[in-house]
C-alpha cells in the first residue's frame, strides 16, 4: 500500500513537471513577442513625432526650381507684354478663331515693328526740317512786306504816283529774263523724264525766296531812273 501510493505520488508530479517545463517556451515565447511588440510601437511612435528635416540638397534643388519658375514667368510676361504692345501682333483668323502666336513669330513682329517705327521717325525729321524751310521763308517775307510797310508809311504821297503799264511789264521782263538765263543754263531737254528731273533741281536751286528777292531787287535798281 505505501508502495503503491508512492508511485501515484511521483507519477503525478512527473506529469506536473513536464506540463510546467512545457508551458515554460510558450511563455518565454509570448513575452518576447510582446516586448518587441513595444519596442516596435514605441519606434514607430518616434518616428511620427520627430519632424522631417529638410537636408542642404534639397534646399538648393527647390531654391534652383524656384529661381527657374521665375524666369520662366519674366520671359512669358515680357512675351505678353510685346504681343499687347506691338499692333501687329494682333492678328485673328476669323475661320479658325484667335490663334495664338509663337515666340519666334513675335519676335519677328517685334522687329519688323521697331524698323518701322525708324522709317516713320526720320521721315517725320524730313518733314519737320522742310517746315522750317518754309518758316524760313515765310519770315523773310514778312521782313520785305514789313518793309513794304514802313516805306508806303513813311512817305504816304509816293503811292499815288501813276506808274505804267509799260512800267510794269519791264519789271516783270526783267524778272523774267533772270530766271530765264538760269533755267536755260540748267535746264536739258534730252528726254522728258531728264526735263522733269531739271526742273524740279532748278526750282529747288534758284526759285528760294532769298534768290527771288535778290534778282527782284537788281531789277529795281536798274529800272530805278525810270521809275522816279
Not at 508551458?23 to 518616428?47: F, G
Not at 501687329?88 to 513669330?105: N, P, R, Y
Not at 504816304?156 to 512800267?167: A, L, Q, T, V
Not at 519791264?170 to 533772270?178: E, L, P, W
Request: neutral net charge; aromatic residues 8%.
Amino acid at each position: 500500500m505505501e508502495n503503491a501510493r508512492k508511485g501515484s505520488i511521483v507519477s503525478r508530479a512527473n506529469s506536473i513537471g513536464s506540463t510546467s517545463a512545457s508551458s515554460v517556451p510558450n511563455t518565454v515565447r509570448l513575452l518576447h513577442t510582446h516586448v518587441n511588440s513595444l519596442h516596435i510601437d514605441d519606434e514607430d511612435s518616434d518616428y511620427h513625432q520627430e519632424p522631417y528635416k529638410e537636408s542642404y540638397k534639397d534646399q538648393r534643388r527647390r531654391a534652383r526650381t524656384q529661381a527657374e519658375q521665375k524666369r520662366r514667368d519674366a520671359i512669358k510676361k515680357g512675351y505678353d507684354d510685346l504681343q499687347a504692345i506691338v499692333p501687329t501682333c494682333e492678328q485673328q483668323d476669323f475661320s479658325i478663331g484667335f490663334q495664338k502666336l509663337s515666340k519666334a513669330v513675335v519676335l519677328q513682329k517685334t522687329i519688323d515693328y521697331i524698323q518701322f517705327l525708324h522709317k516713320e521717325k526720320k521721315k517725320q525729321e524730313e518733314e519737320v526740317s522742310t517746315l522750317r524751310k518754309d518758316v524760313m521763308a515765310l519770315k523773310i517775307m514778312k521782313v520785305n512786306y514789313e518793309q513794304i510797310v514802313k516805306a508806303h508809311q513813311d512817305n504816304p504821297n509816293k503811292g499815288k504816283d501813276h506808274i505804267s503799264d509799260e512800267m510794269k511789264f519791264n519789271v516783270f521782263q526783267g524778272i523774267m529774263d533772270s530766271l530765264f538765263q538760269s533755267f536755260n543754263a540748267s535746264i536739258s531737254v534730252t528726254s522728258f523724264q531728264e526735263l522733269s528731273a531739271c526742273v524740279f533741281s532748278w526750282i529747288e536751286e534758284h526759285c528760294k525766296p532769298q534768290t527771288l528777292r535778290d534778282i527782284v531787287i537788281g531789277v529795281l535798281h536798274q529800272l530805278k531812273s525810270q521809275l522816279y
